[in-house]
């Protein structure tokens, strides 16, 4: 719709009225429009750092279950738990020999030569339940909360009130 009519032309008064209705009109449809995008930008930003932070957790929790797979294979063939992350890597290694080290695999071992998985090495599994026992953690779960490995293979969300109640594994040295 024009901005007047042609009735209009007779008034000029009336004419310049209309068009400044016109024209804030127009300004009040551009601000809704940018409004109406800065909010659904918010909203895609926030479902992109939830999808993030959803994709690290099922990351954290499956590398923790697999390293807890590989861990309890190790002790049933050795009797004790690893030495070290070595002594993980070519035992894993020589288990899957003939196949390539799985991406999953590598993603532990990174984890873990990177600071972020904290493993009690050398753990006995004999005499002591095993389910109230920690084999190992996330690094930012004493500050922040994170996924534990327990030393039945579980894996669980604890907070780092919960994580600090929950008593390691023994080991050798112990």
Known sequence: MAPWEASDLLNPELSLQSARLEER?????????????????????VATRWSRDHARQKLAESGFRLLGIHYHNYHFEHGRGPRSLSDLESFVAH????????????YVFAMIREGKFVVVWE????????????????????????????????????????????????????
């Open 25 to 45: 009109r127009r300004i009040l449809r551009r601000n809704v429009f940018s409004v109406s995008c800065v909010i659904l930008l918010m909203g895609l930003l």
């Open 95 to 106: 288990e899957e020999a003939g196949t390539l080290v799985r991406p999953e695999d590598e």
């Open 123 to 174: 753990a006995v599994f004999d005499g002591e339940p095993l389910g109230e026992r920690i084999l190992g953690y996330e690094t930012r779960a004493t500050e922040r909360g994170g996924f534990v490995l327990l030393a039945d293979g579980f894996v669980d969300y604890c907070t780092p009130s919960q994580l600090s109640a929950i008593p390691e594994i023994a080991t050798i040295d112990k």
